[in-house]
Nanobody, 121 residues
Framework: QVQLVESGGGLVQPGGSLRLSCAASGSIFSIFAMGWYRQAPGKQRELVATITRDGSTNYADSVKGRFTISRDNAKNTVYLRMNSLKPEDTAVYYC???????????????WGRGTQVTVSS
């Protein structure tokens, strides 16, 4: 069974920075794509950033130039460095993985349980 566990959320002042981490476990050989989504109260979940195994990245327009996604394939871990945080970045941030090859089977996609990021003075 594949599990994604996020860490690094918290309360930060506007203009501050946070780094989120997400580690995947479960006898994994490889993961095609990993990424971050977020959901603010009363809003739909939206894409923040994704990164493929070969390092190709994609960002939401709202975070371009402020957020940086990276991954460590050997550790099956994805990171999200968030700089110049704004109150509108406040949300629960979810880790996502797609195309997961495990010892038993291929898993199409998996989600983490989320980590809260609150940007407030």
């Amino acid at each position: 069974q594949v599990q994604l566990v996020e860490s690094g959320g918290g309360l930060v002042q506007p203009g501050g920075s946070l780094r989120l981490s997400c580690a995947a476990s479960g006898s994994i050989f490889s993961i095609f794509a990993m990424g971050w989504y977020r959901q603010a109260p009363g809003k739909q979940r939206e894409l923040v950033a994704t990164i493929t195994r070969d390092g190709s990245t994609n960002y939401a327009d709202s975070v371009k130039g402020r957020f940086t996604i990276s991954r460590d394939n050997a550790k099956n871990t994805v990171y999200l460095r968030m700089n110049s945080l704004k109150p509108e970045d406040t949300a629960v941030y979810y880790c996502h993985a797609a195309g997961i090859l495990t010892i038993a089977r291929t898993v199409d996609a998996s989600w983490g349980r989320g980590t809260q990021v609150t940007v407030s003075s």
